[in-house]
C-alpha cells in the first residue's frame, strides 16, 4: 500500500536534515505504529507525507499502491487516498461540521472525476456513519470543532476519515494530551475502519493506544531513521525500559 524509500527531507528554509533515510512498507490492510524519543522526525514524515509546505525533499521517494505521492498536490494526495488526521484539529467558526464534510467528500469526487454527491444521499451516508461511530447527530450541526471536547475532536477526526473512505491513514498523535477515554476514542475508530483494502500508520508515544489497536508491526524512530522494527513486544518494552536501551542496542 505504502512504499517509502530512502527517504531524506530537510527544512526548506534553513539547513536542518529531519530525515536521513527513511525506509518503511506498509502492506494493504496492515497497521504499522511508529514510535521515537521528541524530535525524532515522526511528525514531519507524516507532513512530507501529506504535502505540508517547508520541507524539502531531497532524496527518495513514497508510493502509494505504485504511485508518487511526492510530486503531487495535496489535494491530489487526498484524492488518491490519503488522509492526514490532525493532533489539534482546527476549530472552523461559522461553517457547519455537515457542510465541511460535504465540501470534503465532494472535492474528493471531483478530483477523482466523480460526480458530485447529492444532498440526500450524503445524507443517509453521513447519518449511517455518524451513527456507527456513536455521534450525536446535534455534534453534526455545529460549527467545525469550535468548542468540542477532546473527546469530540477525537470523534469528528474518525468521522471525516470514515466519510472520506481513505486507502491510507497516517494518525500522528504524539504528544500529551491523550486521556484515556480519547485514546480509547481513536482505538476504536481505528479498529472499526480496519480492513483488507486500508492501512493505517499510527504515530504514538502511547503503548496503551497500541495495546487497543494491536499493530502489526511497530517501528522505532530516532534521529531521522528507522532504527528498529518488531511486533507488538517493542512497544511494551519501550513502556518498560524507555528507549535508552533500544537506542544503545542499535548504536
Ligand atoms: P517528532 O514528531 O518525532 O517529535 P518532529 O518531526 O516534530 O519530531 O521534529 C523533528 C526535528 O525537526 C526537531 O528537531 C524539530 O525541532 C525540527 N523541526 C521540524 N519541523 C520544523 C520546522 N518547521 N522548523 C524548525 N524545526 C523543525
Ligand atoms: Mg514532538
Ligand atoms: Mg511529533
Do not use: W
Not at 63 to 88: D, N, S
Not at 93 to 119: C, H, I, W, Y
Not at 226 to 231: A, D, E
Request: hydrophobic share 45%.
Amino acid at each position: 500500500m505504502l512504499e517509502i524509500k530512502n527517504l531524506h527531507v530537510k527544512l526548506e528554509e534553513e539547513d536542518k536534515i529531519i530525515l536521513k533515510g527513511v525506509n518503511l512498507s506498509i502492506g494493504a490492510g496492515q497497521v504499522h505504529a511508529i514510535m521515537g524519543p521528541n524530535g525524532s522526525g515522526k511528525s514531519t514524515l507524516s507532513y512530507v507525507l501529506a504535502g505540508r509546505e517547508g520541507y524539502a525533499v531531497t532524496e527518495g521517494s513514497a508510493l502509494l499502491e505504485g504511485t508518487e505521492l511526492l510530486e503531487m498536490e495535496p489535494e491530489e494526495r487526498a484524492a488518491v487516498g490519503l488522509f492526514l488526521a490532525f493532533q489539534y484539529p482546527v476549530e472552523i467558526p461559522g461553517v457547519g461540521n455537515m457542510t465541511f464534510l460535504r465540501t470534503a467528500v465532494n472535492a474528493q469526487r471531483k478530483a477523482r472525476g466523480e460526480d458530485e454527491m447529492s444532498a440526500g444521499d450524503f445524507l443517509k451516508v453521513v447519518r449511517a456513519k455518524a451513527k456507527a461511530l456513536q455521534i450525536d447527530a446535534e455534534m453534526m450541526k455545529r460549527p467545525v470543532n469550535v468548542g468540542f471536547s477532546g473527546g469530540e475532536k477525537k470523534r469528528n477526526e474518525i468521522l471525516q476519515m470514515a466519510m472520506l473512505e481513505p486507502k491510507m491513514c497516517v494518525l500522528d498523535e504524539t504528544d500529551s494530551g491523550l486521556d484515556v477515554d480519547a485514546m480509547k476514542l481513536v482505538a476504536d475508530g481505528v479498529n472499526a475502519l480496519r480492513g483488507a483494502g486500508r492501512s493505517f500508520l499510527v504515530i504514538t508515544h502511547y503503548q496503551r493506544l497500541l495495546d487497543h489497536i494491536a499493530p502489526d508491526v511497530v517501528h522505532i524512530m530516532a534521529d531521522g531513521r528507522i532504527v528498529k522494527s518488531g511486533g507488538p513486544e517493542l512497544a511494551l518494552e519501550v513502556e518498560n525500559n524507555g528507549y535508552a536501551g533500544i537506542l544503545a542496542e542499535v548504536e
